[in-house]
């Protein structure tokens, strides 16, 4: 028996969750000197709410190892044979290095084990790892073994990409994502900045002006990009505006034809702390350039060899 487990910036919904039974560590949120456990103490439409109202940034922490080490042994307990962690990028947060600390431990406490953990740097954020976590959800459900899944999350985990835009980029000024200046004249002419990851780390890739033109940047992106073969489904993420979301579902069903399921599902509270009310988000698993680069070479060397043929 495979346990899947993630920490909480995973994002996916309760429903997920509990279907594919995921065992969750919560980030911690801290807000004006208290602090909640991510989705246990504080959920986000509650943080939404009053997140302008704030006078200080709210931080974010992460899971303590007891926290993973817990799920552990409790998947242990109940006869998972075999544990795999995947976490958010070790680039943005410690938690995969927490999941690793655990990891050590459980072996403390349990050296005669024979359980099998494994713990993934999806090198994601948000729905990143959350689309890694689901696709490793459905492939167990179709019977692939653990070793087939842990060099699935290997080998696909750097190509999931990354889409957010936000809507309020004062967030973004506080956490060092864009100078004051930047934002001064983002503010002024409406440009909203589109990021992605980048060796595990989050980097602003365009700018567009208003969000008509950021729905059209993520479609053009998403129909250029998206590996077919890999991608059955699409999550778009969103923290305060589900409208914006949909608008985004409508215009993929409409433009491209996508035959994959598209999951709607909200940013929960650690990651809403660092990019604010209407942000939305786009994940799927981009093709392989290198691959395509080797083939157009491929292509261009015959069609030059055509050429001299035909000269001849």
């Not at 801290?30 to 200080?56: A, C, Q, V, W």
């Not at 953990?117 to 689901?134: F, Q, R």
Request: proline fraction near 2%; charge should be negative.
């Amino acid at each position: 028996m495979i346990k899947i487990v993630a920490d909480s910036t995973c994002d996916l919904s309760q429903e997920i969750l509990d279907k594919y039974d995921i065992g969750l560590a919560p980030l911690t949120v801290n807000i004006k000197g208290k602090s909640y456990r991510d989705r246990i103490d504080i959920n986000p439409d509650d943080f939404y709410s009053f997140i302008e109202e704030l006078d200080s940034e709210p931080t974010t922490s992460m899971p303590s190892p007891t926290e993973y080490l817990g799920i552990f042994n409790q998947a242990v307990k109940d006869g998972h044979t075999h544990i795999l962690c995947i976490c958010m990028s070790s680039g943005t947060s410690g938690s995969y290095q927490s999941a690793n600390i655990a990891q050590d431990y459980f072996w403390e406490e349990n050296p005669t084990s024979s359980a099998v953990i494994h713990i993934v740097d999806s090198k994601s954020m948000s729905h990143g790892s959350g689309w890694l976590i689901l696709k490793t959800a459905r492939l167990r459900e179709a019977g692939a073994s653990f070793e087939e899944i842990v060099r699935f999350n290997e080998t696909y985990k750097t190509k999931v990409k990354h889409y957010l835009s936000v809507d309020d980029l004062d967030h973004l000024i506080k956490s060092g994502r864009l100078t004051n200046s930047s934002a001064f004249i983002g503010k002024l002419l409406k440009i909203k900045p589109i990021m992605t990851m980048k060796d595990g780390k989050g980097a602003i890739v365009a700018k567009e002006r208003g969000r008509k033109k950021v729905l059209e940047h993520y479609v053009t992106e998403f129909s250029k990009r998206i590996d077919r073969d890999i991608t059955d489904f699409i999550i778009i993420g969103y923290t305060s505006d589900m409208t914006y979301a949909e608008n985004l579902k409508h215009k993929i069903a409409k433009e491209i034809d996508f035959l994959g399921d598209v999951y709607l599902m909200q940013m929960g509270v650690a990651v809403g702390t660092h990019v604010g009310l209407g942000a939305v988000s786009l994940f799927f698993v981009e093709k392989d350039h290198q691959k395509d680069n080797i083939l157009l070479n491929e292509a261009h060397g015959l069609i030059e060899l055509k050429n001299k043929l035909l000269k001849r």
